[in-house]
T-cell receptor, first 114, second 114 residues
Framework: DGGITQSPKYLFRKEGQNVTLSCEQN?????MYWYRQDPGQGLRLIYY???????QKGDIAEGYSVSREKKESFPLTVTSAQKNPTAFYLC?????????????FGNGTRLTVT | GENVGLHLPTLSVQEGDNSIINCAYS??????FIWYKQESGKGPQFIID?????DKRQGQRVTVLLNKTVKHLSLQIAATQPGDSAVYFC?????????????FGTGTLLAVQP
């Protein structure tokens, strides 16, 4: 089945450590996205990529970094500079970076930093 | 995510009843709206969309109504089932606009009582 795989489902880290969240898609989509979801808030865009080797900051990029070396993969690194890293992180993809091209979401990674 | 239901408005319905979930959107220029369903521990799933040239659109057991005058959107679920229990949220943007401009609502938790 085609889809988006995020791993791991749960991740625990100590403060001061960088951590990388994995996102892989086999939908042959050009565009990929990282969102953050916090209780009582709408999804907020961290980073997005329209094509391999290119990515742009979203609304809350500070403290995060990404890479897009392969079409299928868009890993997100949560750095120690992110002040409130504990959250639910969602990866998504779409055929192209337009709203009439539906977003497909992974099942998320729950990151807890203590 | 697992905690996304906290702090959210909750709609509690009996199995078999109809459910109506509301969403007020913010941007008068938005002409494209999407409803998502998010089950606990999973990523959002596309349910139905509507463009502003329509007032109503029907899917399987779901209907979306759009009132542009008061910037209000509603999702009606007929004969609600336990499997419909989830968080539902809307998103708005321009049709054909950039996906990174999608604005997501905070969501409503639908709890179906058997």
């Amino acid at each position: 089945d085609g889809g988006i795989t995020q791993s791991p489902k749960y991740l625990f880290r100590k403060e001061g450590q960088n951590v990388t969240l994995s996102c892989e898609q086999n939908l042959n989509h050009d565009a990929m996205y990282w969102y953050r979801q916090d209780p009582g808030q709408g999804l907020r865009l961290i980073y997005y990529s329209q094509i391999v080797n290119d990515f742009q900051k979203g609304d809350i990029a500070e403290g995060y970094s990404v890479s897009r070396e392969k079409k299928e993969s868009f890993p997100l690194t949560v750095t120690s500079a992110q002040k409130n890293p504990t959250a639910f992180y969602l990866c998504a993809s779409s055929r192209i970076q337009r709203t009439d091209s539906p977003l497909h979401f992974g099942n998320g990674t729950r990151l807890t930093v203590t | 995510g697992e905690n996304v239901g906290l702090h959210l408005p909750t709609l509690s319905v009996q199995e078999g009843d109809n459910s109506i979930i509301n969403c007020a959107y913010s941007n008068s220029a938005s002409d494209y709206f999407i409803w998502y369903k998010q089950e606990s521990g999973k990523g959002p799933q596309f349910i139905i969309d509507i463009r502003s040239n329509m007032d109503k659109r029907q899917g399987q057991r779901v209907t979306v109504l759009l009132n542009k005058t008061v910037k209000h959107l509603s999702l009606q679920i007929a004969a609600t089932q336990p499997g419909d229990s989830a968080v539902y949220f809307c998103a708005e943007n321009r049709y054909g606009g950039a996906t990174n401009k999608l604005i997501f609502g905070t969501g409503t938790l639908l709890a179906v009582q058997p």
